[in-house]
Nanobody, 127 residues
Framework: VQLQAYGGGLVQAGDSLRLSCAAS????????WGWFRQAPGKEREFVAK????????GYADSVKGRLTVSRDGAEDTMYLQIKNLELEDTAVYYC?????????????????????WGRGTLVTVSS
């Protein structure tokens, strides 16, 4: 499975941004996919997830209400829409996919729960 995230850039606080993640390869192995982010000097943290088919969206408590995760029904592409960007949203955003038949506690999602990773895309929010 290959994942490629794109859409990051330099934006102003209060703006909106949409990130995309394209999946290819053995996508039949994917059970769910999602987004993580890593701010400078901080650990990588879970942001949002969605099932491979596009159902059951879930979000970290810290971002609920401002982020929307979705997928394109026809293309193997996942999106992360971020509204009202804040300086604290500055981070490298990674898309990741979870393989079928592997356990996970959806109340405590960790990077180690996802087996496939793309290269991140940098989002920088300026004031």
């Amino acid at each position: 499975v290959q994942l490629q995230a794109y859409g990051g850039g330099l934006v102003q606080a209060g703006d909106s941004l949409r990130l995309s993640c394209a999946a290819s390869g053995r996508t039949s192995m994917i059970y769910a996919w999602g987004w993580f982010r890593q701010a400078p000097g901080k650990e990588r943290e879970f942001v949002a997830k969605i099932s491979w088919s596009g159902g059951m969206p879930g979000y970290a408590d810290s971002v609920k209400g401002r982020l929307t995760v979705s997928r394109d029904g026809a293309e193997d592409t996942m999106y992360l829409q971020i509204k009202n960007l804040e300086l604290e949203d500055t981070a490298v955003y990674y898309c990741a996919a979870k393989r079928r038949y592997t356990p996970i506690n959806w109340t405590r999602v960790a990077p180690s729960d996802f087996q496939y990773w793309g290269r991140g895309t940098l989002v920088t929010v300026s004031s």
